[in-house]
Every structure is written in C-alpha cells, then in structure tokens.
C-alpha cells in the first residue's frame, strides 16, 4: 500500500490521557502529522458499560479514518483497548495499535513481587488484565484499584487548574491498604491520563515505587510499523478533534500546543 506523506497518525481516548502515548511517539517520529481525537462527549470511558464502549469506540474510530485517511491508527486508552482492540482491528483497513496494561515490564522490575495496577473501573475488571497477571506475575501478588477521580485530575492539571493531593493519595491508598500493599514496589498505571499526574503519585507514595506504563513501548511499535514510509521534510502542525467542543476544552488549548496540537476540531 501506498502511503503519502501527509496521512497522519491518529491517536484516539476518551480525554486527554493519549498525550502520554502522543509524547514519546512525537519524539521517536518528529515529522509525522499528527491527529489526536478525544471523544469528549462519551468522557469518560472507565465508568461507562462493556456495551458502551464495544458499541462507541468503533464507529467513531470509522468516522476517523474516514475524514482524516490516516496510515495507522492508537487506541491510547486502556479501557477502550481492552474492551474494543479486536473489534476495532476487523473494521479497520489500516494498522491499529492498543495500550494494554504493561504489567509484563512492570514484574521485570518488582523485587519483592507486589504489583499494582492502577487504572479505571471498567480496565482493572477486565479478564485480559486476568491474564496478564497470570502470564507475566504469576510469582507475583497482583493488586487492583480502579480511580475515575485520577482521571479527573488529570485533566484538571492540564487544564491548568489548582489539584487537591487527597485525589492521588486516595487513589494509590487503594493499592497500598489492600493485603501486602505495604510491600508493593511498582505500579502499572493502566490508564493512559495517569502517567500525566506520575509526579503527584509518586509524591503521595509513603515509600519508593516505581511508576510503570507503555508509552516509550507504543512509540516503539508506531516507529516499527511505519518504518520505510515517507514523511514530510517539517512536522506540520497538529490537529485535535473533539466530539464536543466546550469551555473545558478551550481550557486546554495551552496543553494540547505543548505537544504540537495547533488545531482543534469538532467531529
């Protein structure tokens, strides 16, 4: 197949949370066009239904490719990927890749064999997860937590807004009160909006742990599945799409400019 120069990639989430996916694939590709798409309207996935998402993420994801003729297509979001990956991977003609949990890194790294993994409701319930641990952390206790306030301040940080610290606090205290918590060295944030608030995480741990999640990993794949084809000699600007254009998202207009999104559109 063919392939122009400018068909961009596409990176797709709920929100905001594919930034951290949108980052370290700028960096392995500086010259790629780029279109992110946030469903704001369906904001956010990690308390919605398997049905929902199964049903949603599909048929906007078609939309996509239709207006914007991408080469490949990122589902950076954790819970789409885990509930819609496949289904979305027979409806579309072009490469797509997903962001899974990286929990196989994450037992690498453990010594004293406690993991956890932070992400949504609807992802840490997922039976995928179930076989990640299973596969890669079978020496391991594997503790879950599911946090739709993370997610929330995620985007509130990128909106620039004040941040309560009780929110990441909480939400690693999930992991850490659970049996063994107390020994837990690394955790896999398994929601693509986590990585951006790495740092209120690590200042709320009461010891070290090491903060693990896909991003270096994805760009990698991007970079692998791309290689060959042509870019343009300069990275055009970026476009963001938004399911619904509100006054929250005009709030992010500096954030989304930080990682070459000039544009924003409504699909």
């Not at 949370?17 to 370290?24: A, D, E, K, V, Y």
């Not at 239904?49 to 490719?65: C, D, K, M, N, W």
């Not at 937590?145 to 309560?164: F, I, N, Y």
């Amino acid at each position: 197949m063919t392939v122009a120069p400018t068909a961009p990639l596409l990176f797709f989430d709920s929100g905001v949370g594919g930034l951290s996916i949108l980052g370290p694939s700028r960096a392995a590709l500086p010259n790629a066009p780029v279109v992110y798409a946030a469903d704001s309207a369906g904001f956010p996935y990690g308390t919605k239904s398997e049905a929902e998402i199964a049903a949603r993420v599909p048929a906007l994801l078609g939309r996509l490719v239709e207006r914007y003729r991408p080469r490949l297509a990122v589902i950076a979001c954790n819970t789409a990927s885990t509930i819609a990956l496949p289904v979305v991977r027979a409806a579309l003609d072009i490469p797509v890749v997903g962001t899974v949990p990286a929990i196989k890194p994450a037992a690498l790294l453990s010594r004293s064999r406690v993991l956890g993994v932070l992400g949504t409701d609807a992802t840490v319930r997922q039976p995928y997860v179930d076989r990640l641990a299973a596969e890669f952390g079978n020496d391991c206790i594997v503790l879950r937590h599911g946090s739709a306030a993370l997610v929330q301040l995620a985007e509130a940080k990128l909106r620039g807004e004040t941040l309560d610290p009780a929110v990441a606090r909480d939400a690693l205290s999930g992991l850490l009160d659970q049996p063994g918590g107390d020994r837990m060295d690394v955790a896999v944030l398994a929601c693509t909006h986590f990585p951006l608030v790495e740092e209120e995480l690590a200042a709320a741990a009461p010891h070290p742990i090491r903060f693990v999640h896909g991003g270096e990993g994805i760009a990698r794949r991007i970079a692998y599945l791309t290689q060959g084809q042509p870019w343009p000699d300069a990275p055009p600007p970026g476009t963001a799409v938004f399911t619904r254009v509100n006054d929250d998202v005009h709030a992010l207009e500096k954030a989304l400019a930080g990682y070459g999104l000039a544009r924003i559109e409504a699909l």
